[in-house]
């Protein structure tokens, strides 16, 4: 184990070069917001140096230098100063530059989406979901009873990160490849769900649901799709098609699991019927 400890402190002078087409009182003020400035070292000088005995817990300044007082320094530090500094930089830059091509995709302030309760075991689970304009999903949040503050803590957070995945645009079917199948309690059958009566985990449930409501991945349900069978009535009426295309703006994708062409024709349906009793 060490018995000194040894602290150098240095002071380091550099100048950064900004190449401008204009010069203004703007462009001036945000030139230290700017990132496009080459880094040069001028001067590195060190101040002092300081040692510590671990073992009498007591300090000792030794060479220790004024403020105004320099010592040329090896080029080996200078060096690795300037190392240090070009890498926190290109660090920068890498991040600015994955912000650009993976930006993140807030959602919409008012969105569509649904609420499906079921319950495991004795465990009832409440999956909200928040849908983009377009309908692809955007959001999940988990809620659960019976459970105590860290169980919930741990899936709030873990809704919170799948959302984000989604937002800065990781594929649905990623989570559901990784989640699908996984094996804790409760394990069991599921009461509330039309499409899932069994689950290995509350997760291999959750993302059962999704992967059916927006993926339309029937191999893993467990029952048939109960929609009715698709209308043969023809939608010529330029007023009726626009309001199919309403329906489907303001309806969720995940609630009608995906089946806008049959929901849609059953709303007309609805439509002229009340048409027909004014």
């Known amino acids: 184990m060490a018995k000194y400890l040894v602290e150098t402190f240095y002071t380091c002078s550099f100048k950064v070069k900004h190449y401008l087409d204009v010069l203004n009182k703007d462009q001036l003020s945000k030139l230290d917001q700017r990132e496009d400035g080459k880094f040069e070292i001028i001067d590195v000088k060190l101040n002092a140096r300081k040692t510590k005995n671990l073992e009498n817990k007591s300090k000792l300044n030794i060479n220790a230098l004024s403020n105004n007082k320099s010592l040329e320094v090896s080029n080996a530090v200078q060096k690795n100063l300037s190392e240090k500094i070009l ?29 499906q309760k079921v319950t495991i075991g004795n465990h009832k689970v409440y999956l909200h979901t928040g849908e983009y304009n377009d309908g692809k999903l955007g959001e999940i949040f988990i809620d659960t009873s019976k459970e105590g503050e860290l169980v919930k803590a741990l899936m709030n957070n ?8 989604l937002q800065y645009g990781v594929p649905l079917d990623e989570f559901v490849n990784a989640y699908v199948g996984t094996k804790f309690e409760p394990s069991c059958k599921i009461d509330g ?69 049959k929901k849609l024709i059953d709303l007309t349906d609805v439509r002229i019927n009340l048409k027909s009793k004014k």
């Open 193 to 261: 769900n039309d499409r899932i009566l069994s689950a290995s985990s509350i997760l291999d449930y959750i993302f059962r649901e999704l992967a059916i409501s927006y993926l339309g991945r029937e191999d893993l349900a467990h029952t048939p799709s109960l929609m009715p069978q698709e209308s043969s009535r023809k939608i010529d009426k330029e007023e009726d098609v626009q309001f199919l295309k309403l329906v489907r703006d303001i309806a969720s994708k995940g609630f009608v699991r995906s089946n806008y062409k």
């Open 87 to 115: 890498e926190k930089k290109n660090e920068k830059l890498n991040l600015l530059a994955n912000e650009k091509l993976y930006p993140r995709i807030k959602m919409p302030d008012r969105r569509k989406g649904y609420i």
């Open 158 to 165: 873990f809704a919170i990160a799948i959302s984000l995945g």
